[in-house]
């Protein structure tokens, strides 16, 4: 079983910026990736971003390229997500979630175990 927790959610005023953490533990082992969601109120939940364990790429919905940016040091267990110029439209909860899928990364469905969430409120 894997746990994941995030944190650094808040509120902030539109162009402002936020961290995310996310930290896994339990069975991880070292080769999953890792991705971040959010589901605003009435959304479906939205792919944000993503970064693949083999070879580190990374992958962004086209609303935050650019003002986002995921990172994993050293492939350990914790993944980051930095947003940049937020906007009132980013106002969602923020889930970071594990897959081992190397292919479909920007889909909940491809993901095995997911955090509880953290709320980020963007001002305008």
């Known amino acids: 079983q894997v746990q994941l927790v995030e944190s650094g959610g808040g509120l902030v005023q539109a162009g402002g910026s936020l961290r995310l953490s996310c930290t896994a533990s339990?069975?991880?082992?070292?080769?999953?990736?890792m991705g971040w969601f959010r589901q605003a109120p009435g959304k479906e939940r939205e792919f944000v971003a993503a970064i693949r364990w083999s070879d580190g790429d990374t992958y962004y919905v086209d609303s935050v390229k650019g003002r986002f940016t995921i990172s994993r040091p050293n492939a350990k267990n914790t993944v980051y997500l930095q947003m940049n110029n937020l906007k009132p439209e980013d106002t969602a909860v923020y889930y970071c979630?594990?897959?081992?899928?190397?292919?479909?990364?920007?889909?909940?469905?491809?993901?095995?175990?997911w955090g509880q969430g953290t709320q980020v409120t963007v001002s305008s």
């Open positions: 339990g069975r991880t082992g070292s080769r999953y990736s």
């Open positions: 979630a594990t897959t081992r899928n190397l292919v479909v990364l920007s889909t909940p469905g491809a993901y095995d175990y």
